[in-house]
Each structure stands twice: as structure tokens, then as C-alpha cells.
T-cell receptor, first 110, second 114 residues
Framework: DAKTTQPNSMESNEEEPVHLPCNHS???????IHWYRQLPSQGPEYVIH???SNVNNRMASLAIAEDRKSSTLILHRATLRDAAVYYC???????????FGSGTQLTVLP | DVKVTQSSRYLVKRTGEKVFLECVQD?????MFWYRQDPGLGLRLIYF???????EKGDIPEGYSVSREKKERFSLILESASTNQTSMYLC?????????????FGSGTQLSVL
């Protein structure tokens, strides 16, 4: 399975944009890029996913590099409630399961 | 909204006990999963099931078994609990085979084996 690489931790100030990077240099053509986040004492929750084009939803935006070897999760205005571990995951189109890495711990400073 | 419910938030058991962790989802999802989460190791897949009575091993199935008698319920069984099975256990479900379909997780069961 293709692997992802994320920074262990990042900090952001409240109400500022946050760009969370993810490298996936061995991505294959059928791999979808998923992002999940895990708030303290909760199970992970879906944030966004994409294949080739940039994606937007009410929670975040996903920017995918043209060669698909990296992607960036963008939180447009960080709030204290966005403090969580963010996981970047590749999911092969035919696969049912997701393999989680260690993620990025995002700290939001007031 | 999809709901994935795990029967216990906290559980304390003794070494050698048989332990059942229950998970129920209310969205008619075909696929269900059990993960464990440990500090520094992230989430690791134990078992998953893509249909009633069907199961497949994940990355760390040793010491565990599962049961899926009904579509909405997926049970994780520790036949003889050991202290190294102290962990946070997370159940998840998703629809069948749709590319990019999202996983829905329960809140987790923190199991302590003494």
C-alpha cells in the first residue's frame, strides 16, 4: 500500500487559515486521498476526500498537486474546536479498508 | 446522521477473561471494521467484515475473533484477555464498494485488562 508522510505537529492561531501538508509520492492512479480528523476522546471523523481535482466542502478544502504526489488540507479559519489529530490516508478504489498513519496534531492558539 | 454505537465507553477486565465488545450501526452499511488505537502506533485494523457471516483479517488479528450474525452488529471477541490488549477500540462502518465512501466511527471503548 502507498504510504503518506505528515508532520507530527503544527500550530495555528485562531481565525487564521491552516494548511496541513501530506506527501504521498508512491500514490497510484486508483488511490483516493482521504482526510479524517480525531478530536480528543472521540473516534475519527471524515473531513474530505478527492482523486485528482481540488475539492471543497463545508469543513475544509483539499488541494491536490498536479502530479498527485502531495496534497494539502486547508482549514480556512481555524477555531479552537479544530484542534485535533488530522490523518491523511490513501484508499485504493477497490479496497474496503483504510490504513491510518500517525497523523498531524494540530494545536490552535487563542 | 449515521450512528455507530459501541456498547461501553470504559471497560475493565481481568487477565484470562473472555471479553465481548459490541458495535451497532443504523445505516444498513455492508462493511464494518474494528481498529485498536495505541499511543504512538495510531489506528491499526484488527478485523473487518463486508457481509453477514463474512470476515477478513486486518493487520493485527492475533488474539481476537469477530462475529457478524446480523448486518447491523459486529462484535469483537477477546477469547482470553491479556494485559497487552489494553487499548482504545474503535468500530467503524461504511457502504459497500463505492470509491471514496467515508467511514463512520463510534466513540470508542477504552479497555483496561488488569
Amino acid at each position: 500500500d502507498a504510504k503518506t508522510t505528515q508532520p507530527n505537529s503544527m500550530e495555528s492561531n485562531e481565525e487564521e487559515p491552516v494548511h496541513l501538508p501530506c506527501n504521498h509520492s508512491t500514490i497510484s492512479g486508483t488511490d483516493y486521498i482521504h482526510w479524517y480528523r480525531q478530536l480528543p476522546s472521540q473516534g475519527p471523523e471524515y473531513v474530505i476526500h478527492g482523486l485528482t481535482s481540488n475539492v471543497n466542502n463545508r469543513m475544509a478544502s483539499l488541494a491536490i498537486a498536479e502530479d498527485r504526489k502531495s496534497s494539502t488540507l486547508i482549514l480556512h479559519r481555524a477555531t479552537l474546536r479544530d484542534a485535533a489529530v488530522y490523518y491523511c490516508i490513501l484508499r485504493r478504489g477497490s479496497a474496503r479498508q483504510l490504513t491510518f498513519g500517525s497523523g498531524t496534531q494540530l494545536t490552535v492558539l487563542p | 446522521d449515521v450512528k455507530v454505537t459501541q456498547s461501553s465507553r470504559y471497560l475493565v477486565k481481568r487477565t484470562g477473561e473472555k471479553v465481548f465488545l459490541e458495535c451497532v450501526q443504523d445505516m444498513d452499511h455492508e462493511n464494518m471494521f474494528w481498529y485498536r488505537q495505541d499511543p504512538g502506533l495510531g489506528l491499526r485494523l484488527i478485523y473487518f467484515s463486508y457481509d453477514v457471516k463474512m470476515k477478513e483479517k486486518g493487520d493485527i488479528p492475533e488474539g481476537y475473533s469477530v462475529s457478524r450474525e446480523k448486518k447491523e452488529r459486529f462484535s469483537l471477541i477477546l477469547e482470553s484477555a491479556s494485559t497487552n490488549q489494553t487499548s482504545m477500540y474503535l468500530c467503524a462502518s461504511t457502504s459497500l464498494g463505492l470509491e471514496g465512501e467515508k467511514l463512520f466511527f463510534g466513540s470508542g471503548t477504552q479497555l483496561s485488562v488488569l
